[in-house]
């Protein structure tokens, strides 16, 4: 069982877990904010993976004798055949 703590929201988000719960979209306001920090750890965790993701292609290098109208080609033939 979670602990309960006392958040600010403001007028906008008091308004949007309002009508959440009148539209009968959650049962409460705490569903709404675990819903919307759910939300916010995967986007969080997207932006780790595609950081290391821009690291992991600088780290490689330059490519060499890259010929990008064949790689394009490649892609293209790909995508085609499945």
Request: no cysteine; aromatic share 4%.
């Amino acid at each position: 069982m979670g602990r309960n703590t006392s958040i600010s929201l403001g007028n906008h988000f008091e308004n949007f877990i309002e009508n959440s719960l009148s539209e009968g979209r959650f049962k409460n306001a705490s569903e709404v904010v675990r819903a919307g920090l759910r939300l916010l750890e995967e986007e969080e965790n997207k932006l780790i993976i595609l950081k290391k993701a821009v690291q992991d292609g600088i780290d490689s290098g330059r490519a060499e004798n890259f010929d990008a109208k064949k790689h394009l080609e490649s892609l293209k033939a790909k995508r085609k055949n499945g």
